[in-house]
């Protein structure tokens, strides 16, 4: 853990804090691994996060023109899988443009694209349709398959494979799964993994020998408890298994990111307190989005201002600076002890924090990053 008080010295507008070397160790974990690790860009798009990873990984997930841009402005030819559930014509000429080869198909449409594109360029394409496994067991926070908007309607499976199959620039390589998000449950991801393994195997003969079977990410944190899905296990339980393509965000980069913002005020407000924070979800929304309590820390410092309020052994909310009562970051916290001028930090901040906020809003200053 960094020394706060050091490393904060004079903040005290909100920023993220992202620890490079913890990032670099939780990386060396993937890639002693069979499987084929790519991430997925969506979690954490900080180019020194995703220069930090490039050497660790067999490429990237990504799903906009966006995170494109920014995985060729690393490198011209590092692997790039494209995702996501509405792809534009747009959309599939950049990327092919970029070299992009592979993607993960969910949609007739885009099937349609990609079929007139890569005959426009003279290119060859690796394509995984994306298959929506409705029977997954999972307590997971999020389900993505199931009744959700992604994967290949069954319906269109048949007509998806003959398109391919009738093109000389396509090529059905294997299927994408991607089910659930923030899994905890080892034994549980297991069980996904024979399910997508069985799929692949009843549709073998559609395939090349060595099938892509990409099982997406969703290895979750245990935000409550402060820990993350025990991969190295996982990766055990699925030594003799086919060699899985993994899409991992969250594991990776959830855990080395860091949320702080100083204390400006704290008040009372009919019976209820608040702690007020020169920030706000429109830095890191996660909290609010999930509501839920979020690991945190409070760093003491001196005092600042000539007022000062404090709050003991009590819970309040803590909110930003936004004109919005929804600017408040999930249910009330316990505070041991806290007082204007401290600095609140959030853990667990590196996924899903800074890209999910409406950074936008009030026209407000744009968090800066500090890196360890
Ligand atoms: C298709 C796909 N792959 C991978 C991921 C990464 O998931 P996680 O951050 O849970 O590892 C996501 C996240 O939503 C996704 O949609």
Redesign the pocket.
């Known amino acids: 853990m960094p020394n706060w008080n050091e490393l904060l010295q004079g903040k005290d507008e909100g920023l993220y804090i992202y620890d490079l070397t913890a990032l670099k160790e939780r990386a060396k974990v993937l890639s002693d691994s069979r499987h084929r690790i790519f991430y997925?860009v969506?979690?954490n798009s900080d180019l020194r996060v995703l220069k930090t990873l490039m050497p660790f990984v067999d490429g990237f997930?990504v799903?906009s023109r966006g995170e494109i841009e920014k995985i060729r402005m690393m490198s011209r030819d590092i692997p790039i899988i494209f995702?996501g559930p509405v792809k534009t014509q747009e959309d599939l000429k950049y990327a092919l443009e970029k070299g992009v080869t592979s993607f993960?198909v969910e949609s007739l449409f885009e099937l349609d694209e990609l079929q007139t594109l890569s005959v426009e360029k003279d290119c060859h394409l690796s394509i995984q349709l994306r298959i929506n496994l409705a029977d997954i067991e999972s307590d997971a926070t999020l389900k993505?398959a199931g009744v959700t908007q992604f994967g290949l309607p069954e319906e269109d499976f048949i007509q998806a494979v003959e398109l391919i199959q009738s093109s000389n620039h396509m090529q059905l390589s294997g299927f994408h799964f991607?089910a659930m998000?923030?899994n905890m449950n080892v034994s549980h991801h297991v069980s996904y993994v024979e399910a997508a393994c069985d799929f692949v195997k009843q549709h073998q003969k559609l395939l090349p020998p060595e099938p892509v079977i990409n099982i997406?990410?969703?290895?979750?944190i245990d935000y409550q408890q402060e820990k993350t899905f025990d991969m190295a296990h996982f990766m055990n339980l699925t030594e003799d298994s086919s060699v899985l393509t993994l899409?991992?965000?969250?594991?990776l980069t959830g855990p080395i990111g860091y949320y702080a913002a100083g204390v400006y005020d704290i008040k009372e407000m009919h019976g209820q307190n608040f702690v007020l924070l020169n920030g706000g979800t429109y830095h890191f929304r996660f909290p609010k989005a999930w509501f839920h309590e979020h690991p945190f820390l409070v760093v003491k410092r001196q005092q600042k201002r000539s007022r000062r309020k404090t709050l003991q052994q009590v819970k309040a909310v803590i909110a930003g600076k936004l004109c919005t009562p929804n600017d408040v970051f999930g249910p009330e916290y316990y505070f041991e002890d806290i007082a204007t001028d401290d600095l609140i930090i959030f853990k667990f901040a590196g996924?899903?924090g800074r890209e999910i906020s409406h950074l936008e809003f009030l026209s407000h200053a744009k968090p800066k990053i500090l890196y360890i």
């Open positions: 997925a969506k979690s997930e799903a995702g993960n993505m991607h998000s923030n997406g990410g969703g290895f979750g899409e991992i965000g969250r594991w996924a899903y």
